[in-house]
């Protein structure tokens, strides 16, 4: 069964940074693109970031709300996908969310996820 | 960006009752996909390309529409049902989600 398990959320102060990372397994991780869609309390949800497979050259795309101070990266040799934060705002507190596609929906598996909290 | 408008926000239905949620794009996409989330759990995906049951939906669901306009009807709703439902599109980037419709048992 395809799992994606999210870590490395916690409470952070505006401009810190944070890096969330998201161990996947069940599926060839290599061949799959893998997003981050994130969710403020008691709202809806919002893609954050896309990162393709090596055939792609690992592109990357981002909403206009986190581009230019997050990265999303991925180590296919450990099946990892992470994103790092940077000059973190208080809007960026969410439930972070790794999901991937499987056939169907763009989002069609989604990890538990982890919550990154921007407070002073 | 396209804009995803989801009515209503909120809905209370009785079991048995026919339940429709509306997804409006603010420009035309060629599919609408649909996630339901409960409370404190992931979302799930739930309808795919538009009219496509996800895996494990049950068949009392159904989705339609093109264009600007599209639907999630549950037949006959069950206590089960009760939920957070999203459109989401992705014929343009960046993928954009509805507001979400809440649905409650009445």
């Known amino acids: 069964a395809v799992q994606l398990v999210e870590s490395g959320g916690g409470l952070v102060q505006p401009k810190e940074s944070l890096k969330i990372s998201c161990a996947a397994s069940?599926?060839?991780?290599?061949?799959?693109?893998m997003y981050w869609v994130r969710q403020a309390p008691g709202k809806g949800l919002e893609w954050v970031a896309r990162?393709?497979?090596?055939?792609?050259?690992?592109?990357?795309y981002y909403a206009d709300s986190v581009k230019g101070r997050f990265t999303i990266s991925r180590d296919d040799s450990k099946s990892m996908v992470y994103l790092q934060m940077d000059n973190l705002k208080t809007e960026d507190t969410a439930m972070y969310y790794c999901?991937?596609?499987?056939?169907?929906?763009?989002?069609?598996?989604w990890g538990q996820g982890v919550m990154v909290t921007v407070s002073s | 960006e396209i804009v995803l408008t989801q009515s209503p926000t909120t809905i209370a239905a009785s079991p048995g009752e026919k339940v429709t949620i509306t997804c409006r794009a603010s420009?035309?996409?060629?599919?609408m996909y649909w996630y339901q989330q409960k409370p404190g759990a992931s979302p799930k995906p739930w309808i795919y390309?538009?009219?496509k049951l996800a895996s494990g939906v049950p068949n009392r669901f159904s989705g339609s529409g093109s264009g600007t306009s599209y639907s999630l009807t549950i037949n006959t709703m069950e206590t089960e049902d009760a939920a957070t439902y999203y459109c989401?599109?992705?014929?343009?980037?960046?993928?954009?989600f509805g507001s979400g419709t809440k649905l409650e048992i009445k």
């Open positions: 390309d538009t009219s």
């Open positions: 990162i393709r497979t090596k055939p792609n050259n690992y592109a990357t």
């Open positions: 069940g599926f060839t991780f290599s061949n799959a693109a």
């Open positions: 420009s035309s996409v060629s599919y």
């Open positions: 999901t991937a596609a499987g056939g169907e929906t763009p989002f069609d598996y």
């Open positions: 989401q599109q992705w014929s343009s980037t960046p993928p954009t």
